[in-house]
C-alpha cells in the first residue's frame, strides 16, 4: 500500500514569489492535514481538508491557502513568499479523521527554502 | 491557551541505559494525546494514543503513560536504532474528529552503543 506523497521534495524560491505544494494520500483516505515545522515553532497545523471542503484552520495568514480535489489529492499555495515561510511541510491523511487509534500517516514533505 | 512542552530538549544516553521523557501539556478538554517518532529527513511515525489519565500503552522497548496534566514515554534499555526526535501531540475535544492536533517541539533522543 503506496503511502503518503508529498512533490517536490524540496524547492528553491525567492521573497515574493509563490509556491504550489501537492500531496497525494494514502489510497482510500479522505482527510487531507497539513502542517508546517520549523527548528523554532515545530509542528503546527496549517488546515484540514475533508471531501474537498475545508473543515478545520490553523493561525496562519491568507496568504497560505490550499484546496483538495474530488480524488483527495491536495495543494497548499503559499503566496508573496517571506523568508520566515522557509519551512518543511507535511501533509498528513486519515480515512475521515483521527479514527479510534488517533494515527495520522505522515508524508516525507517538501522542504521550502526562500531567499 | 492550549500548549504543549516537551522535555528535554535534547537526550544522549548509552546503550542500554534507561531514561524518561516528558510531555506537559494544557488543552481544554483533551481528546487524546498522542505520541510520534521523527527520523531526520521524514515524516512523523505514529506510536501510541492515550486517552485517559492512568491509562498506559507499551511497544518494544517504549511505554507510554498519561495523568491529567503530563505524559511520560519510557525508553528501557534502548538501542542505537531508538535515536530519533520524539514528538508529544495533544487533540482537543473543540477538534472533534479531525486531523488538528497541538505539537510539541520534541525531545531528540541520541543513544550511543
Known amino acids: 500500500k503506496a503511502g503518503v506523497t508529498q512533490t517536490p521534495r524540496y524547492l528553491i524560491k525567492t521573497r515574493g514569489q509563490q509556491v504550489t505544494l501537492s500531496c497525494s494520500p494514502i489510497?482510500?483516505?479522505?482527510?487531507v492535514s497539513w502542517y508546517q515545522q520549523t527548528p523554532g515553532q515545530g509542528l503546527q497545523f496549517l488546515f484540514e481538508?475533508?471531501?474537498?471542503?475545508?473543515?478545520n484552520k490553523g493561525n496562519f495568514p491568507g496568504r497560505f491557502s490550499g484546496r483538495q480535489f474530488s480524488n483527495s489529492r491536495s495543494e497548499m499555495n503559499v503566496s508573496t513568499l517571506e523568508l520566515g515561510d522557509s519551512a518543511l511541510y507535511l501533509c498528513?491523511?486519515?480515512?475521515?479523521?483521527?479514527?479510534?487509534?488517533?494515527?495520522?500517516?505522515f508524508g516525507e514533505g517538501s522542504r521550502l527554502t526562500v531567499l | 491557551e492550549d500548549q504543549v512542552t516537551q522535555s528535554p530538549e535534547a537526550l544522549r544516553l548509552q546503550e542500554g541505559e534507561s531514561s524518561s521523557l516528558n510531555c506537559s501539556y494544557t488543552?481544554?478538554?483533551?481528546?487524546?494525546l498522542f505520541w510520534y517518532r521523527q527520523d531526520p529527513g521524514k515524516g512523523p511515525e505514529f506510536l501510541f494514543t492515550?486517552?485517559?489519565a492512568g491509562e498506559e500503552k507499551e511497544k518494544e522497548r517504549l511505554k507510554a503513560t498519561l495523568t491529567k496534566k503530563e505524559s511520560f514515554l519510557h525508553i528501557t534499555a534502548p538501542k542505537p536504532e531508538d535515536s530519533a526526535t520524539y514528538l508529544c501531540?495533544?487533540?482537543?475535544?473543540?477538534?472533534?474528529?479531525?486531523?488538528?492536533?497541538?505539537f510539541g517541539q520534541g525531545t531528540t533522543l541520541q543513544v550511543k552503543p
Open positions: 498528513a491523511s486519515t480515512l475521515s479523521g483521527l479514527s479510534n487509534t488517533g494515527e495520522l500517516f
Open positions: 489510497s482510500g483516505h479522505r482527510s
Open positions: 481538508y475533508f471531501s474537498e471542503t475545508q473543515r
Open positions: 488543552v481544554s478538554g483533551l481528546r487524546g
Open positions: 492515550l486517552y485517559s
Open positions: 501531540a495533544v487533540q482537543a475535544r473543540g477538534s472533534g474528529n479531525t486531523g488538528k492536533l497541538i
